[in-house]
């Protein structure tokens, strides 16, 4: 079995950032908007794809962030995740219409440490949003409960 790729937008307007709540069997929790890259897609195009599906949004793909592994403990799932800078170029946000969707919104950084994310990369954002600095990096395993 192969890893599966998944990409990620870091979208933040005003200290805000913009996630999507997840539903699942395991529980509720909240990602960064983005998905699976298909075969044949680029990394950029994968990611515009996915945000435009799960947000209403088209974007702008900005720098590498961040790359972390998230390997189930029994090995049944490996995704790499690979994490860009991202800005709004067009659309209003609205829910896509994907099954374990159950919310979309500009959450305040300051109440990152209070969601259930995954990957756990809250310190991360926050540095970053901070910041503002660019500085790719891997942030090694990140496996959390139930990371999809």
Known sequence: MNPRIRVAAVIIQDRRILLIRHQKTQGTYWLLPGGGVDYGETLPQALTREVKEETGLDIK????????????????????????????????VKLGEEEVL???????????????????????????????????????????????
Not at 71 to 88: C, D, G, M, S, Y
Not at 103 to 129: M, R, Y
């Open 61 to 92: 793909v900005g720098q590498l962030l961040f790359v972390s592994d998230a390997i189930e403990p029994n090995l049944k799932r490996h995704i790499v995740n690979i994490f860009f800078q991202a800005t709004v170029h067009n659309g209003e």
């Open 102 to 148: 159950r919310e979309v919104k500009f959450c305040d950084l300051s109440s990152l440490s209070n969601l259930t994310l995954f990957p756990n990369i809250k310190e991360e954002l926050t540095g970053f949003a901070n910041s503002q600095t660019i500085v790719s990096r891997y942030l090694g395993q990140k496996w959390e409960w139930s990371q999809c």
